[in-house]
């Protein structure tokens, strides 16, 4: 019913900027809480930033400063802002949708972008 597509990623310095785009197609964008996960070689997926419909976001530490997520609801989509790009933030970033009201809906994922940071 659901599909996200994630575009944007690509090879950058470090110290670079990237901006991610997740287009999500399907109904009711808006009763989604929208996040960005990124896995990189070797270690598990995790979350990176969430943001509501209303516009609360939160990020995790290590990015917190650097990245930036927002969404345009008219347009269904979400963004990552990514700043002072570091080689440890080498990874795949997924755009993730869950149901904001009925817990046993399952999440949506899109397929993933590869995000380099290499000098």
């Known amino acids: 019913q659901v599909q996200l597509v994630e575009s944007g990623g690509g090879l950058v310095q470090p110290g670079g900027s990237l901006s991610l785009s997740c287009a999500f197609s399907?109904?009711?964008?808006?009763?989604?809480?929208m996040a960005w996960y990124r896995q990189a070689p070797g270690k598990q997926r995790e979350l990176v930033a969430t943001?509501?419909?209303?516009?609360?976001?939160n990020y995790a530490d290590s990015v917190k400063g650097r990245f930036t997520i927002s969404r345009d609801n008219a347009r269904s989509a979400v963004y990552l802002q990514m700043n002072s790009l570091k080689p440890e933030d080498t990874a795949v970033y997924y755009c993730n949708a869950k149901d904001a009201v009925f817990s046993w809906r399952k999440d949506y994922w899109g397929q993933g972008t590869q995000v380099t940071v290499s000098s």
């Open positions: 399907g109904s009711a964008f808006i009763t989604y809480v």
């Open positions: 943001i509501t419909s209303g516009g609360s976001t």
